[in-house]
């Protein structure tokens, strides 16, 4: 809507805005309304981008960076001055991490009042305290920069390894206005924002050559390769070789986890023996040891796929770096691959798959065990049976115990399925990813959930009613952080820091708001909520009550949580 005034017809900065975000091929808004956006998001409603309003930021931030994820286009996150912003901030800070590009618009208050410190209303130096979470930060600060300022957003968000951007939109900026006919012409969409990046040929050959000398080879899959939709070149490399591969977990289903070719459940063998390893869009961070120390073989050499230059060496020494995107890599080494002769030794073959065959033997047992109450492997043993018929459907994980059981046990077949706690392993990411993939993709979700880590976006369910999302939520429900059965140290009568509410009914939470809920307590029911569950497409929620006993205190990454020596642990799990 333009305003006619006297002479020419105006607009102002916030119409302009919803102009160039839809201009921009923009298709949903995911935020928290209030001062001064609140107008912004109606306008966006009415001219057609979808709105989804969440009840805090930082869920709205996990969902655009995961539809970004999704789309390889930066998703929008919409926040109010301050707090909004700060609250959004981690969402944002995760999306960089991760790699994910995003967009946090946030309104900020007037500056003059700001720059002088004399205490505005939700008064805040947003952009500085933005930039060291963010890929690149921006401020638009007069209506006519609008088009330029949303151009840089998008392409620092997408080109190169994207990433999160936050973009800052002053209260003046939003009510200012400009002829309406030089703003319309102000508008438009930059060219090739992610630019096809092709490796240098000597980098190509210098990485088939050391692929060609190795008696073990392996390849990593991370989800950067996911990110990249490199899944055709991916297949192409690892069948035409024969070289097994290993997913990262957020890369499972890019090759399905039932390809006879993946390593994932001989991860020790493959690691500790693996003489050359090709990563493909997975970095050597924390997840990886850092590529050193005695899970990995110590003569091992690297060929490493990455779009950023800098990654190389950043934790270990790499003999064989790739410089590019991952599909115009992959294409690159299969097109000269033949001159190499590269093949998978046979016996490097048999000895994984043995390794495989004893592992799947082992983890069948603890599968079919059954105990009373359930523990992870029984309860998801059920959800895994169920999900055999739902192979599209999204599954969204987090916790400690449940996002390693989890990872373990149900397999994914297709890829960008899996949206986990990531580069971070950050808890808080559940319904704001579950919000983000049932809008951006119109499929349905399922989220499997440790108690504790749902409480961190628990509220949301609101947002999956209110919107009627296919929304599943599994809470694997054994009252703590990752345990319920911790003791109190000093005797006193308040829980134990990891305690949490003992038979806590979050079926119940789902039941305020009009979703469908279930409270179960043995597989079998499991498998029957769960089964109604997906059936109905409704937005639902599984109360799965296990065992307050099992978990292990940290998970898999026990190694990393420092114990006292000067005051006694509680027992690990039996
Ligand atoms: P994982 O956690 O699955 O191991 P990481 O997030 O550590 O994966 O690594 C992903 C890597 O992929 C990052 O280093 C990132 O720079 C890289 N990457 C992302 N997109 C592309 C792309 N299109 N081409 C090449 N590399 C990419
Ligand atoms: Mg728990």
Redesign the pocket.
Known sequence: MNYITDNAPLTDGMHLLVDALKRNGVETIYGVVGIPVTDLARHAQEVGIRYIGFRHEQSAGNAAAVSGYLT?KPGICLTVSAPGFLNGLTALACAT???FPMIQISGSSDRNIIDLQQGDYEGLDQMNIAKPFAKAAYRINRPEDIAVGVARAIRAAVS???GGVYLDITTAMLSTTMDAEAAAASLFTPIDP?PK?YPCSNAVKRALKLLASAKKPLI?????????Q?ENQVRTLVEETGIPFL?????KGLLPDDHPQCAASARSLVLGQGDVVM???????W??THGKGKKWNPAVQFIQ????PE?MDSNRPIAAPVV??????LEVMIAKMDNFNIQCPKEWRDAIDTVKQTNAVKMQAKLTTPTSPMNYFNALKAVSDVMQGYKDIYLVNEGANTLDDTRNVVNMYRPRLRLDT??WGVMGIGMGYAIGAAVTSGKQVIAIEGDSAFGFSGMEVETICRYHLPVTIVVMNNGGIYRGNDPNLGGGADPSPTSLTPDARYDKMIEAFGGMAYHVTTPDELRTALTDALASRKPSLINCVIDPAVGTESGHIGNLNPKSSLSPTPPKEG
Not at 220 to 228: T, V
Not at 305 to 308: A, C, K, Q, R, V
């Open positions: 390889q991490q991760n790699g190169g390894r994207p992610a990046q990593i899959l991370g989800k950067g390769a996911a990110y990249a490199a997913p990262m977990s957020m890369a990563l493909i869009g997975a970095r050597l961070n997840l990886l796929l990455d779009i950023e990654e590019g995107d991952i599909v115009s890599s990531g580069t």
